[in-house]
């Protein structure tokens, strides 16, 4: 399962208050996600007790079963992850 978070930075590394988003790394979520997430509720529980980074969590996803809730975020989840030009 991949986990995708966008939310408010603390600020250690960029500006106080940064929108940002990352991907939970992978063998983290393997190890520390119970395999019976299976729906929003489960998934949102598990997103603020292991993401550290943020101040605060606007959205996240757990693709393929999981979508963002509101369709900016994958939008704004794209632009911060797609190519530098």
């Known amino acids: 399962m991949k986990v995708q978070v966008i939310g408010v930075h603390w600020g250690a590394y960029l500006?106080?208050?940064s929108l940002l988003a990352i991907d939970e790394p992978t063998a983290a979520v393997e190890y520390s996600a119970p395999d019976d997430i299976t729906d929003r509720e489960d998934l949102e529980d598990w997103v603020l007790t292991h993401s550290g980074d943020f101040s605060q969590v606007t959205d996240f996803a757990a693709l393929p079963r999981i979508?963002?809730?509101?369709?900016?975020?994958?939008f704004f989840?794209?632009?911060c992850m797609g190519p530098a030009w």
Do not use: L, T, W
């Open 15 to 17: 500006a106080q208050g």
């Open 67 to 74: 979508e963002f809730d509101r369709e900016e975020s994958e």
């Open 77 to 79: 989840y794209f632009d």
